[in-house]
């Protein structure tokens, strides 16, 4: 059969890849499922492989044969694996298509392939046979990038969200592509001093305010900016410039829409039947049936994809309470408990493991990071420990406390002093990521600026001293664009940030802040090598309410590397605050966040401060050191 109009039979798979597959333990379903072009009989056409397993009928329908379903239909395996599959002369790279399904009940449904590589910019929702060949050039980088992924390097993310990070400045309405936001993203993030840029989801999504978390595309990078290789590019180009890349991915649920996952051969495939296990209240989607093997294969290979395919460095896991809770966001009667009668979803726990055994063992040099928000046990613990084997956790709970905290007016936060002190009791429990996250500065809830107590002085004097706080404290860090030169505005998903800030004091200060701040955080080990130790951090005044002053000690591997942290929270110049210490020498500043350089008031400690054998809180040495309003100091032994 070798007309124009027929179909080859022809396949990809072999018996062991069905196995694989229907064991939930094929990773790399991507290279046999979908379209790709290739040479059958000598003869350059596109095979096609779908999962529809309930399916009457399946064909391929496009521009090619006039959208026409009795064209090109394909074959169902003979192996019960539920795939059909086929081979079509003629047609190549850059062919719209779609599968037309006949179910098992007469339904009639298109649906755009679960594993197309590109689809067509959006409203329009066709796949399009494409590849994700590309000629790399960043071997160096993937051959050493383990040195800034190891959990004792210091982490420092800049996440954003590509569509409105810019906007042409001309036409604030046109979504800049990959290769225009290289030339201006790169080279900032660089200048910046983050190690790591994170970027919210890429992968093809109907609905742009759904920031990217309603995916249409598992395996399709969004046309919305251009095709693969332009994705590919710009993360080479971080790459080139010594930066980390990671990726938003979403397991958790996708949307209703007609031609995406939801009831894709007509009933229920990648989704539970039951609305009580498969719709998902809050985002009106639909969950993931964890609990299929074949659905487990499709995710598992959609991670890997991303690693392989485009390089990715680490994957920042979304909504993964969601997830492990059968109950999450669901009243009595609502849900359907477990095989225990718990509220435990066993199969998503099953599923997380799997998933985080599979990239760590293909790709032991990237990251995994959940974001979690509940006293879930080992999230970032080993499974062979017990835990679900995540290499970091986001710490909302930290989050939460600090943003509160930084909110209230300074005459009450002597009330509010354990806000700052309570996450010390935990913060070793797990690999925890400190996130000043996109969800803190949307609906509501006012750009990271405006959440700050007092005048417009006070605003950025709190925001600098949370900032230096959050990147002193144990942990790895990640701060939402904006949030480095003081976003005034909410994020706005339409809209560029405003650039036009910059020409004002207070945030070109901020955006110096930060920047030194980064150098700081990379240059001192201190700040990194123990991060996720109890021996990296010791509290030196974690009580004097009154003061509203925290103290304490970051260590690294080499002691004389101890850096002594102070910070002055409220709008009171302390000029000789004591403090004890457990060893004598003298400490010299080397970081204030009032400098005026950032927008401060300038008080800082010009001359070294002398150790001195006066006790104090149960130390037998003690310093006395200028505290500024509202800022913090960094102090390093200078002998």
């Known amino acids: 059969m070798s007309t124009e109009h027929s179909v080859a039979i022809f396949s990809l798979l072999t018996p062991f890849d069905i196995d694989l597959f229907k064991a939930g333990k094929h990773f790399r379903l991507y290279e046999k499922l979908g379209s790709r072009t290739l040479t059958h009989e000598g003869r350059e056409g596109v095979y096609f492989a779908v999962w529809a397993p309930n399916a009457a009928r399946v064909s391929v329908i496009g521009n090619f044969n006039g959208w026409n379903p009795n064209s090109h239909t394909l074959y169902p395996r003979w192996d019960e694996s539920g795939i059909w599959e086929g081979f079509i002369y003629t047609i190549g790279i850059g062919e719209v298509y779609k599968y037309h399904i006949v179910s098992n009940t007469g339904e009639l449904l298109e649906k755009t392939d679960p594993f197309a590589l590109h689809m067509e910019v959006a409203p329009a929702t066709a796949s399009v046979v494409s590849t994700t060949w590309y000629a790399w050039n960043d071997a160096e980088w993937m051959a050493n990038r383990q040195e800034k992924n190891r959990l ?180 009595d009667g609502e849900w359907i408990p477990n095989v225990w009668g718990g509220r435990e979803n066993l199969e998503a726990v099953t599923f997380i493991k799997a998933f985080n055994e599979a990239v760590y063992s293909h790709y032991p040099d990237v990251q995994t990071i959940a974001e979690e928000s509940t006293s879930w046990p080992g999230v970032s613990r ?188 409220t709008p009171v110049l302390r000029e000789g605050y004591r403090v004890g210490l457990p060893d004598s020498g003298t400490y010299r500043e080397i970081f204030n966040s009032d400098d005026s350089s950032y927008y401060g008031a300038g008080v800082v400690n010009t001359i070294p401060c002398n150790v001195e054998g006066i006790p104090w809180m149960g130390m037998p040495y003690s310093v006395a050191v200028t505290l500024p309003a509202l800022g913090g100091v960094i102090l390093k032994r200078a002998n």
């Not at 397991?251 to 609305?275: I, K, M, N, Q, V």
Request: charged share 20%; net charge negative; hydrophobic share 40%.
């Open 152 to 331: 004792d390097r210091p982490i420092s993310i800049y996440e954003l969200h590509l569509g409105s990070w810019m906007r042409d400045p001309q036409d604030p309405d046109r979504l800049l592509s990959y290769e225009e936001v290289a030339v201006h993203l790169v080279p900032y993030v660089k200048d910046l001093g983050f190690t790591h840029v994170e970027f919210m989801p890429l992968s093809e999504h109907p609905y742009y305010p759904s920031w990217g978390y309603q995916v249409s595309g598992y395996y399709a990078a969004s046309s919305r900016y251009g095709s693969p290789q332009q994705l590919m590019a710009l993360i080479e180009q971080f790459h080139l410039n010594g930066i980390a890349v990671l990726l938003d991915w979403v397991p958790s649920h996708f949307p209703g829409d007609a031609h995406g996952l939801y009831r894709f051969d007509g009933t229920a495939l990648f989704e539970h039947e039951d609305p009580r296990k498969g719709f998902h209240p809050d985002w009106k989607s639909f969950i993931f049936n964890y609990g299929r093997k074949e659905v487990c294969s499709f995710l598992i290979s959609n991670a890997l994809f991303w690693l392989d395919r485009y390089h990715i460095d680490g994957l920042r896991v979304d909504a993964v309470a969601s997830m492990l809770y059968l109950d999450y966001s669901r009243k």
């Open 382 to 569: 080993p499974t062979y420990h017990g835990g679900l084997g995540f290499g970091m956790k986001w710490m909302m709970g930290w989050m939460h406390d600090t943003l509160d905290y930084f909110q209230a007016d300074p005459v009450y936060r002597k009330y509010l002093h354990d806000k700052i002190t309570f996450s010390a009791y935990y913060v070793f429990n797990e690999h925890f990521m400190l996130p000043l996250s996109h969800d803190e500065v949307v609906h509501g809830k006012k750009s990271l600026v405006y959440k700050m107590a007092g005048d417009e002085w006070q605003k950025f004097a709190n925001l600098r001293a949370l900032y230096l706080y959050m990147f002193t404290f144990p942990g790895t860090k990640l701060l939402f664009m904006g949030g480095e030169f003081g976003q005034t505005a909410e994020w706005n998903v339409n809209q560029s940030l405003d650039w036009h800030l910059l020409a004002y004091a207070p945030h070109k200060g901020l955006l110096t802040f930060v920047k030194q701040l980064n150098r700081l955080y990379k240059s001192e080990p201190a700040l990194y090598e123990k991060s996720f130790s109890q021996e990296g951090f010791e509290w030196l005044e974690a009580g004097d309410s009154q003061a509203s002053v925290y103290a304490y000690i970051r260590r690294g591997h080499n002691r004389e590397n101890d850096l002594l942290i102070l910070l002055n929270l």
